[in-house]
């Protein structure tokens, strides 16, 4: 049994989402440095109201706290030693302080200043991102393709299976798109609860001084294998894994890649961080062979004895 560690992404955040925690010593423990560092930012704790996760500065830190908390509950409290990380979008932070490549108070600050950059970015026009389903990738490329113009433009923003593709824009973008992909047969066309465009090149500058920033930031070797947002491959180098922590946010997302490449590498368990299943559904489509867990629909304890049984078990989806 090789188990892997999935966190989830913007857009997967809900209110009341770090109040919910449960009160481990290794949660607890989290949360109070969490609120030490936000505090030394500047920044309330008071992060996951209705209000505040409007704001993608919230959203994202609200997500990382909630993935070291929970992957420290498995790993600290219960002892389960995963193989590998991975973390779409925002999640890697987490992945990364998970493999201990960087300390959570400095992705605590990284993600504060990459949520207050991504809003810079698209703060004079409404951007936004939107899941497609039912399209091979060739076809929702051409959706994003043929839906930007130069005064609107749409692109590719996460490959998440073969058929469920994420595409960032404007919203006039977004609009154009979304009729281009009714009329190629896609089942579904879903707007996100992201108030950006991410893993575009309107995130140019965002990598740019978020590299700046992470040159400054220690590193060291992964103990885990780590899956990269920009390439879908894994490393085990602390500068692989920074590298990608600072360029994803304007390259598409190869979540499709990474999944099933975990599947080849020999992982054969999955356990998806809270908040919301969505990683352990994409999971399901890319390698149905993988045992696929969330903890938001099992629980800690019985994703623990299911992540250590010998036995096999079904995935969820």
């Not at 290794?26 to 996951?48: C, E, F, N, W, Y």
């Not at 108070?105 to 949520?115: E, N």
């Not at 490329?141 to 930007?148: L, P, T």
């Amino acid at each position: 049994m090789s188990l892997a560690l999935l966190f989830p992404g913007q857009g997967s955040q809900r209110p009341g989402m770090l109040r919910a925690l449960p009160r481990s010593p290794a949660i607890m423990a989290t949360v109070d440095q969490s609120r030490s560092r936000l505090s030394d930012l500047g920044l309330t704790d008071d992060i996951d109201t209705p209000a505040a996760l409007r704001h993608t500065t919230n959203a994202q830190l609200a997500l990382l706290i909630a993935g070291v908390a929970y992957a420290r509950a498995l790993t600290a409290d219960h002892g389960l030693t995963p193989a590998f990380v991975a973390g779409h979008s925002v999640g890697a932070f987490a992945a990364a302080v998970t493999a201990g490549v960087i300390t959570f108070d400095d992705a605590l600050s990284t993600v504060a200043l990459r949520g207050r950059l991504m809003e810079e970015a698209c703060a004079e026009r409404d951007w936004g991102m939107a899941a497609v389903r039912g399209l091979p990738t060739r076809l929702a490329s051409q959706v994003a393709e043929q839906g930007s113009t130069v005064d609107d433009p749409v692109w590719v923003a996460n490959v998440n299976t073969a058929t469920q593709t994420v595409i960032s824009g404007t919203a006039t973008g977004l609009e154009r798109a979304a009729g281009l992909a009714e009329r190629l047969g896609a089942s579904a066309f879903h707007r996100l609860d992201v108030a950006v465009a991410s893993h575009c090149p309107i995130q140019n500058d965002t990598a740019r001084r978020l590299a700046v920033h992470l040159a400054e930031v220690p590193r060291r070797a992964p103990t885990m294998r780590y899956l990269t947002n920009t390439r879908g491959r894994a490393t085990m180098s602390a500068d692989g894994v920074v590298d990608d922590l600072a360029q994803a946010v304007a390259h598409p997302v190869q979540w499709y890649d990474a999944t099933r490449l975990m599947g080849e590498l020999g992982a054969t368990r999955a356990v998806e961080m809270p908040p919301g299943h969505v990683l352990t559904r994409l999971m399901a489509s890319a390698v149905p062979a993988m045992a696929a867990i969330s903890l938001d629909d099992a629980g800690i304890e019985s994703a623990v004895r299911r992540s250590t049984e010998r036995s096999q078990i079904l995935t969820e989806s």
